[in-house]
């Protein structure tokens, strides 16, 4: 059954950024609710928010409209194939600058800054590079108020490729059985393999308290709410559009209901259907 919890503060409990990582079944809505997440922490012009694209199939940034021009996958293969042909110079020194490099990386509007981690590795053990790169990422995002993560599917990539660490766990799903399954999948990896402080299950797609009511949501898994079908939402899909646009209300304020009873508090007040149980 779907229980609604009690919203926690808003940072996460050691004062340091709060970071998201939405996960989920493929086409279950990651991407659109994580551009929503963004949008909806945006909303405090204080707020530095980071977004970071860790799938492959990188549809965060056309959901951002942000152009990506290098990931931090491009910046790994420049090294690695530096030291493979020794054209490089100074591993060591190379190393140094990678931190340069993933900056180089991230473009920024406002106070969104954006990062794409690329395609999944190469064959072969790059392990010093790997760790390094997850250290730049884990340093850069500590300079930022909240960190969002458009995950490929499971959590592990996440904390294998992009950070060790995740605050929030949210994962999506629609009104699949197969999706749920996946959810679930994902939190019982996760509390096994990732440091995280909550995990949350977020249904999108659902026609209203009925549909929601009759779907076999697992006990383990904190209910944080359930999006409408939204036609803002269909149509910036088929058209590759920004989400950041969306209209208030619907699939933008349902968002931010699950935000605050995850205990993310944004600026904008929440009129989110509420699961009941
Ligand atoms: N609540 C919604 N209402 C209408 N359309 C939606 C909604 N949520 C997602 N969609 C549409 O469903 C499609 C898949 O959504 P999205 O890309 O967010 O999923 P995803 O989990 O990121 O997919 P992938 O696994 O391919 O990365 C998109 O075309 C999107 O516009
Ligand atoms: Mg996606």
Redesign the pocket.
Do not use: H, I, Q, Y
């Given at each position: 059954m779907c229980e609604v919890t009690t919203a926690l503060p808003s940072e996460s409990e050691d004062g340091r950024p709060v970071i998201v990582a939405v996960c989920?079944?493929?086409?279950?809505?990651?991407?659109?609710?994580s551009a929503a997440v963004v949008r909806a922490l945006l909303q405090d012009p204080a707020h530095r928010v980071l977004a970071i694209d860790a799938?492959p199939?990188a549809?965060l940034a056309s959901a951002l409209g942000v152009e990506v021009t290098r990931t931090v996958d491009d910046v790994r293969s420049d090294l690695i194939r530096q030291v493979e042909s020794g054209s490089g110079g100074d591993t060591k020194e190379m190393l140094s600058k990678l931190d340069y490099q993933v900056f180089e990386a991230i473009s920024e509007r406002g106070n969104l800054a954006f990062l794409a981690i690329g395609r999944p590795e190469k064959e072969g053990c790059y392990c010093q590079v790997n760790d390094l790169l997850r250290d730049i990422i884990a340093t850069l995002a500590e300079s930022f108020d909240a960190v969002v993560i458009?995950g490929e599917?499971g959590v592990e990539q996440i904390n294998r490729r992009v950070m060790e660490r995740v605050t929030h766990l949210l994962a999506?799903s629609d009104a699949s059985a197969r999706g749920i399954t996946v959810a679930k999948a994902i939190r019982d990896v996760a509390q096994s393999a990732v440091r995280y402080e909550r995990a949350g299950l977020v249904l999108?797609?659902i026609r209203g308290e009925e549909e929601l009511s009759k779907l076999p949501i697992p006990e383990e898994l904190e209910c944080l709410g359930w999006?409408?079908?939204?036609?803002a939402?269909?149509k910036?899909?088929?058209e590759g559009g920004c989400l950041l646009d969306l209209p208030e209300g619907g699939?933008v304020d349902a968002v931010s209901g699950c935000l605050s009873r995850f205990g993310i508090h944004t600026a904008t007040p929440a009129v989110a259907p509420e699961p009941t149980s």
């Open positions: 989920g079944k493929g086409g279950a809505g990651k991407t659109s609710v799938d199939a549809g458009d599917a999506v999108n797609r999006l409408p079908e939204d036609e939402v269909r910036a899909g088929l699939f």
